[in-house]
């Protein structure tokens, strides 16, 4: 082939490249993904209770007055022998004992060996913050004393304070002197060791901040109604 063939055969295939279009370029477009619902915070909140916690004077106060503390655990940088079974515990940034349940009837321990007066010391306070909710509720104190262990015919449910919602501080006050079972035996007894059951479920989590045993103001102070007499001892009747 004679060069102006060739020049003229690569001029008609330089133009006929020319005329094909560019490739085209795949341009993927994002999916859209669905939107989740943004869950707020929910803010910390403290009950209002006729019994209250004196930060600066480390003290209950039921009022103005100060409740005088038979035994007192405030949870500063140690457990102070509290033992949890059926769950983990820990301690909690700005003090407190961080309980965290983990299996059915979780029961939380004070040492053992206490000695509490019952007659002198009768009202117990808890004062804790829900930090997980879970689904079952108990709020029940057992205790020991040297003549019997825990059963549950000792025991008493708050007289004050409830099921807390999660991030709520609030205070349970037990009447040990008029509890939910046991009659007179707690103010008539050596106190060994008391038991806290928080939940009766697992998936709860608390920060317990204190733990007092005081003297009881008596249920009118307290704001209760007064509790039922005892029956009277039936004598034999006369001929």
């Known amino acids: 082939m004679t060069l102006p063939r060739l020049l003229s055969l690569a001029l008609v295939l330089t133009l006929a490249a020319c005329d094909k279009p560019a490739p085209r370029t795949l341009r993927l477009e994002p999916v859209p993904r669905p939107s989740l619902p943004v869950e707020k915070p929910v803010a910390p909140t403290t009950r209002v209770q006729p019994i209250s916690w004196d930060a600066d004077q480390q003290t209950f106060r039921l009022g103005t007055a100060p409740l005088k503390s038979v035994r007192m655990w405030t949870f500063e940088g140690a457990s102070d022998g509290f033992v949890l079974t059926g769950g983990i515990t820990g301690l909690a940034q700005n003090a407190g004992l961080r309980v965290t349940n983990q299996a059915p009837d979780p029961a939380l321990r004070s040492p053992s060996g206490l000695e509490i007066n019952g007659a002198r010391g009768s009202l117990v306070l808890v004062r804790l913050t829900r930090k997980q909710a879970s689904p079952a509720w108990d709020g029940t104190l057992y205790y020991s004393t040297v003549d ?20 709520e501080t609030l205070i349970l006050a037990f009447d040990m002197a008029h509890p939910t079972g046991g009659g007179d035996d707690w103010t008539t007894s050596l106190i060994s060791q008391i038991r806290l059951d928080t939940d009766d479920s697992p998936g709860g989590a608390f920060v317990i901040r204190q733990i007092a045993v005081t003297e009881n103001p008596g249920r009118e102070a307290l704001g209760l109604t007064p509790a039922n007499p005892k029956p009277a001892a039936k004598t034999a009747a006369t001929p």
Do not use: K, L, M, T
């Open 148 to 167: 019997h262990a825990e059963s549950q015919a000792f025991f008493a449910r708050p007289v004050i304070g409830g099921s807390p919602a999660v991030n």
